[in-house]
Antibody, heavy 115, light 111 residues
């Protein structure tokens, strides 16, 4: 059974950093693109970033370039999102998704940026 | 950056048929945009219904179908059920997945 389990969310002050993780199981992790998608409270889905199977290609929504970094560890079957210089508007549920969201999604982890 | 447009809200009667659409500010939506459709109910993660414009997953009810229609991606729901009431999002890929954009979502009411 394919499972994606996000962790690492929580409350952080503006300007702070946080690293999200997504533990993958039930499939050959290194064979798939992976992605992060976020959803602010009461708002729609927003693409954050995606990463190729071997990590050689990483693509970001323009508004987040330079602050967020996507990475993966294929030995640990984990996907990461390093978030720096966090802003109040980064408050959202962050989902990891397999294959550009083509099939499986995690349940999400809530990030709250507030003083 | 491309903008992907969806109807903000649509209402369908139980047992009825409705089509939601997904357009692109850059021009006609084609199979090269690999349109996806997602269903999201309150408090839940999105669930992918349709991928690559018209392909259903094993978990996608047969009453949902995807197509390309009049320069847009379309999601048609036939025989609407109360449990289909949800937010529906489309997604388009640009430049070989280097840019991926969600539509703003359509709130579907079954009433």
């Amino acid at each position: 059974e394919v499972q994606l389990v996000e962790s690492g969310g929580g409350l952080v002050q503006p300007g702070g950093s946080l690293r999200l993780s997504c533990a993958a199981s039930g499939f050959s992790f290194s064979d798939y693109w992976m992605a992060w998608v976020r959803q602010a409270p009461g708002k729609g889905l927003e693409w954050v970033a995606n990463i190729k199977q071997d990590g050689s290609g990483k693509f970001y929504v323009d508004s987040l370039k330079g602050r967020f970094t996507i990475s993966r560890d294929n030995r640990k079957n984990e996907l990461y999102l390093q978030m720096n210089s966090l802003r109040v508007e980064d408050t959202a549920v962050y989902y990891c998704a397999r294959n550009h969201g083509k099939d499986y999604w995690g349940q999400g982890t809530l990030v709250t940026v507030s003083s | 950056q491309a903008v992907v447009t969806q109807e903000p809200s649509v209402t369908v009667s139980p047992g009825g048929t409705v089509t939601l659409t997904c357009g692109s500010s850059t021009g006609p939506v084609t199979s090269g945009h690999y349109p996806y459709w997602f269903q999201q109910k309150p408090g839940q993660a999105p669930r992918t219904l349709i991928y690559d414009a018209s392909n259903r997953h094993s978990w996608t009810p047969a009453r949902f179908s995807g197509s390309l229609l009049g320069g847009k991606a379309a999601l048609t729901l036939s025989d609407a059920q109360p449990e289909d009431e949800a937010e529906y999002y489309c997604l388009l890929s640009y430049s070989g997945s280097r840019l991926v954009v969600f539509g703003g979502g359509t709130k579907l009411t079954v009433l």
